[in-house]
T-cell receptor
Framework: DGGITQSPKYLFRKEGQNVTLSCEQNLNHDAMYWYRQDPGQGLRLIYYSQIVNDFQKGDIAEGYSVSREKKESFPLTVTSAQKNPTAFYLC???????????FGSGTRLTVV | GESVGLHLPTLSVQEGDNSIINCAYSNSASDYFIWYKQESGKGPQFIIDIRSNMDKRQGQRVTVLLNKTVKHLSLQIAATQPGDSAVYFCAEHPYFGNEKLTFGTGTRLTIIP
């Protein structure tokens, strides 16, 4: 089955540590996205990539970094510079042509 | 649309009744609109979409209405079931070929048994 996989589902991090969230898709989608969702709130765009080796900042990129070395993979690193990283992180992908996004099942990050 | 970061509006509906969820979009040039459903702890799932050359589209128990004059989108769910309880997001596509969607704040729908 084609899909988009995020791992891990739950992640705990100590303050001051960097952590990387994985996102892999086998849908042959060109574009990939990372969103942050806080409890009871909507989706905020962190970073997106429309092609391999290229990515752009979204609305809340500070304290985050990404890479897009392969079409299938778009990992997100939450750095120690992110002041309030506890949130639910969603990865999505899409084809060129406007058919909407396919979302992963999310990673819940908690800073302890 | 509503600004991101605001807490979700809520809607409670008796099981078996119809529900209507509304969304105001921001860009008059948007040509494609999508409704997503997000259950607790899961990623959003596609429900139904509509292109700007249509004003109504029906799916199984769901209907999307588009009013371009007032930039308004609505999702009607018929004969609601407990499994319909979720957060519903509208999304707009600025123009064909640009894949970056703009999401509305979302509405939390609760079905009362």
């Amino acid at each position: 089955d084609g899909g988009i996989t995020q791992s891990p589902k739950y992640l705990f991090r100590k303050e001051g540590q960097n952590v990387t969230l994985s996102c892999e898709q086998n849908l042959n989608h060109d574009a990939m996205y990372w969103y942050r969702q806080d409890p009871g709130q909507g989706l905020r765009l962190i970073y997106y990539s429309q092609i391999v080796n290229d990515f752009q900042k979204g609305d809340i990129a500070e304290g985050y970094s990404v890479s897009r070395e392969k079409k299938e993979s778009f990992p997100l690193t939450v750095t120690s510079a992110q002041k309030n990283p506890t949130a639910f992180y969603l990865c999505a992908s899409s084809i060129t042509g406007g058919n909407g996004y396919t979302f992963g099942s999310g990673t819940r990050l908690t800073v302890v | 649309g509503e600004s991101v970061g605001l807490h979700l509006p809520t809607l409670s509906v008796q099981e078996g009744d119809n529900s209507i969820i509304n969304c105001a979009y921001s860009n008059s040039a948007s040509d494609y609109f999508i409704w997503y459903k997000q259950e607790s702890g899961k990623g959003p799932q596609f429900i139904i979409d509509i292109r700007s050359n249509m004003d109504k589209r029906q799916g199984q128990r769901v209907t999307v209405l588009l009013n371009k004059t007032v930039k308004h989108l609505s999702l009607q769910i018929a004969a609601t079931q407990p499994g319909d309880s979720a957060v519903y997001f509208c999304a707009e596509h600025p123009y064909f070929g640009n894949e970056k969607l703009t999401f509305g704040t979302g509405t939390r729908l609760t079905i009362i048994p």
